[in-house]
């Protein structure tokens, strides 16, 4: 069904491509060799993919986008959208690929066609992605082209600040307020750089005014959040605790989920601590399952906010050393097992055969080799998310030869630094938005960890935070000998590798500096309000040394 599309569009129209540019400049003049316009096609083409993409059928808008971009491979929108749909089916490495090659396209194009909307769009998806230098100069790009625009002025700011580049920020997000001036979102980005530049009173003027105005509960939320990060650096503890407590409130209030929703973490933590039997974790040897060729991986895990985004720096300072930043791909091989055997970790692992368990192997160093390519396969790499912990037992049963790093730091100060972050509600997350759900999770999780460390077949090492601090060199000597590698003197400047470069945890902005002291021991400033919730802290204290 293809007819001449000049008959029904005009030359100024946007195109029906879904291209978003004119139609003049698009498909006016794309042809088939019988002279007919194809652009009945394109559109429908690209209605599937858009279909797809609502659906969250990435397979298949990858299918349709692969047959946009062979139609007009010069189309930089069908050239990112194949990338965005190689990117949510974690091939990393080939996804961002495409997006990078979208995004030399648009810096051609754009300033002929004078429209910022697919540069902004594009430098959004990179910064998603990780890839903050090219989402950068499409984001300056796209603010060349519409200067006065707050998204453009916005998006411009959230890649300076996800690289710690605040001076230039702040201007920027000034003219965001000044433009959008009853918008509390801009206003509190605006008061975290302020502090961050040193404009501390500033800073707590602009949230107390956001608070005091309450139009949105969850940038009021959000506000008394940094108004208490702020009030702890003064040294007004009190005030600061209040604050805390307000946000987490807020944002428990507002909470979506059903409560059982939110006992998911603990019911299937206690579910694994009864199935992951001795016998079980030691049911194949190392010789039985490492005769497949396959690397030794190791994993970097412990407690959220236990000093695991640091370790990671400093790892991959390392010249033979890949270092994952929060990777998914445990995650993804527990799906795959659950194909295998059922939803219960355990209960699958002790169904399946050591073909399948094999299978599973090779999958997790493919995906890998899609997201880091083949060196993953000559270097060691070292998987890092602090939730794999909760994986710990389906790990130590598939690699029985690897080596787990585990991240250790005081439980006090761990419930202090998670109280000062502003997580988003996931199962995982959820019980972190009060004072007492803290203190609860982490004795859920550190107590599975010590349940099984003692019958797991993985070596591992214990990696506290303060022994970082106290001694950088001793401790990371440690670390390496642990991993059988050579001490590499780069690893001390880390914090030198990190600038302009985008790290996914709210910790990107510390690791962006030399280790320093100032984490160590912030419990005491508020002893009282722990009086609640140390009863169940304290076994852990006690277990990990940290009771003198």
Not at 66 to 81: C, I, M, Q, V
Not at 287 to 315: C, H, I, K, W, Y
Not at 402 to 419: E, G, T
Request: neutral net charge; glycine residues 4%; proline residues 5%.
């Amino acid at each position: 069904m293809t007819q001449t599309a000049t008959n029904k569009i005009r030359r100024n129209e946007p195109c029906p491509c879904g291209s978003r540019k004119k139609y003049k400049t698009c498909c006016a003049n794309a042809t088939d060799q019988q002279g007919i316009s194809p652009i009945t096609d394109i559109a429908t083409l690209n209605q599937f993919a858009q279909q797809a993409i609502a659906s969250s059928d990435f397979v298949q808008a990858e299918s349709w986008f692969r047959e946009l971009h062979k139609a007009k491979p010069a189309d930089a929108y069908f050239l990112a959208s194949l990338g965005q749909a190689l990117c949510w089916q974690r091939r990393l490495k080939e996804g961002i690929a495409y997006l990078l090659q979208a995004a030399k396209l648009l810096e051609r194009q754009a300033l002929k066609t004078r429209d910022p909307s697919l540069a902004q769009e594009l430098s959004a998806q990179l910064l998603y992605w990780g890839e903050a230098k090219a989402a950068e100069r499409l984001a300056r790009l796209a603010l060349t082209l519409a200067p006065e625009s707050p998204s453009a002025l916005n998006n411009m700011v959230l890649c300076l600040t996800r690289v710690n580049n605040n001076a230039e920020a702040l201007p920027l997000a000034q003219q965001v307020c000044k433009l959008l001036p009853d918008h509390p979102g801009c206003h509190v980005l605006l008061a975290l750089i302020e502090d961050k530049t040193g404009q501390t009173d500033a800073a707590l003027q602009r949230l107390q005014q956001v608070i005091a105005r309450n139009v949105d509960v969850e940038q009021t939320a959000r506000a008394n959040l940094e108004l208490g990060v702020i009030l702890d650096k003064q040294g007004r503890y009190e005030e600061a605790f209040t604050a805390l407590t307000t946000s987490a409130a807020s944002n428990y209030a507002a909470l979506k989920q059903h409560p059982a929703e939110r006992e998911y973490l603990f019911d299937t933590l206690a579910r694994s601590s009864e199935n992951f039997t001795r016998q079980l974790l030691q049911r194949w040897s190392v010789a039985e399952l490492s005769n497949d060729g396959l690397p030794v991986p190791a994993f970097l895990m412990g407690f959220l906010r236990s000093g695991t985004t640091l370790t990671e720096q400093v790892l991959g300072a390392h010249p033979q050393i890949i270092a994952t930043d929060e990777s998914s791909i445990v995650h993804e091989l527990t799906q795959e097992l659950q194909k295998l055997g059922g939803n219960d970790h355990a209960t699958a692992l002790q169904s399946i055969t050591v073909p399948e368990i094999k299978l599973l192997r090779q999958f997790y160093w493919r995906r890998l080799r899609e997201e880091y390519g083949s060196q993953v396969m000559h270097k060691q790499v070292v998987d890092k998310n602090a939730l794999n912990t909760m994986d710990v037992g389906v790990i130590s049963v598939i690699f029985p030869e690897a080596k787990i790093l585990f991240a250790l730091r005081d439980p006090r100060d761990i419930c202090v630094s998670c109280f000062m972050q502003a997580f988003s509600p996931a199962p995982a997350t959820v019980n972190l938005l009060s004072w007492e759900g803290i203190a609860r999770q982490y004795a859920a999780v550190m107590g599975y960890w010590l349940l099984l460390r003692g019958n797991i077949q993985p070596a591992y090492l214990e990696l506290r935070y303060e022994d970082t601090v106290a001694d950088f060199e001793t401790t990371y000597r440690r670390v390496f000998e642990f991993l059988d590698l050579p001490w590499h003197p780069g690893v001390e400047q880390f914090h030198e590798r990190t600038k302009g470069r985008y790290i996914s945890t709210p910790s990107f902005a510390a690791v962006s500096q030399p280790v320093y002291s100032s984490a160590v021991a912030r419990w005491k400033h508020y002893e009282k309000q722990f009086e609640p919730i140390i009863s169940e802290l304290e076994p852990f204290i006690k277990a990990f040394s940290y009771s003198a």
